[in-house]
């Protein structure tokens, strides 16, 4: 089954404790991006990857890193989380390497609280 | 950088009529406009999208409608249905170079039975 998988799917961790969150797709897609979704905020792109080891910042990347060292698999590092990353993340693919003109498919979401 | 605007941010009709979101982006190069719809607890997905060389696109009850030179796209639901309830993100970009797609902030449409 095609599909985007992300872990893990609920965190709640402490202030500067690091943390991954990982993301892996099957579908053998060029594209990944990760988004933040924030009451009335909408979905705001984190970080973004065209292919391997190409990666570029979205609106909202203080405070995020990321990797793309193989094609299936992009995750996210919290090096230092504090509390206003607390927020429900999701990881996207497109087939398309422009990534905008292509559907994304999106993991289930993984909701981070930090404390 | 491209930026796009959604309008209502939140939106009730009854169950039968229609409802309308609008959305305006500020790039005049992008070319892609795709609606996805997030029910409650789930992740996004794609309903409906537009490209840039036609005006409107239909799939069943759900259209959307481009306006290029006033720079707006809206979605149109007809005989709205309580599954229908959902937030629905607008997005917009370009097919050239690094230009990700950028989402409006979201409408939540709630259908009352």
């Known amino acids: 089954e095609a599909q985007v998988t992300q872990n893990p799917r609920y965190l709640i961790t402490v202030t500067g404790k690091k943390l991954t969150v990982t993301c892996s797709q099957n579908m053998n897609h060029e594209y990944m991006s990760w988004y933040r979704q924030d009451p009335g905020l909408g979905l705001r792109q984190i970080y973004y990857?065209?292919?391997?080891?190409?990666?570029d910042k979205g609106d909202v990347p203080e405070g995020y890193k990321v990797s793309r060292k193989e094609k299936r698999n992009f995750p996210l590092i919290l090096e230092s989380p504090s509390p206003n990353q607390t927020s429900l993340y999701f990881c996207a693919s497109s087939l398309y390497g422009f990534g905008g003109t292509g559907e994304l498919f999106f993991g289930e979401g993984s909701r981070l609280t930090v404390l | 950088g491209e930026n796009v605007e959604q309008h209502p941010s939140t939106l009730s009709v009854q169950e039968g009529d229609s409802a309308v979101i609008k959305c305006t982006y500020s790039d005049s190069a992008s070319n892609y406009f795709p609606w996805y719809k997030q029910e409650l607890g789930k992740r996004p997905q794609l309903i409906i999208d537009i490209r840039s060389n036609v005006g409107e696109k239909k799939d069943q009850r759900i259209a959307v409608t481009l306006n290029k030179t006033a720079k707006h796209f809206s979605l149109h639901i007809t005989e709205t249905q309580p599954e229908d309830s959902a937030v629905y993100f607008c997005a917009a970009s370009r097919n050239s170079g690094n230009t990700p797609l950028v989402f409006g902030k979201g409408t939540r449409l709630s259908v009352i039975a």
């Open positions: 990857s065209m292919n391997v080891e190409v990666t």
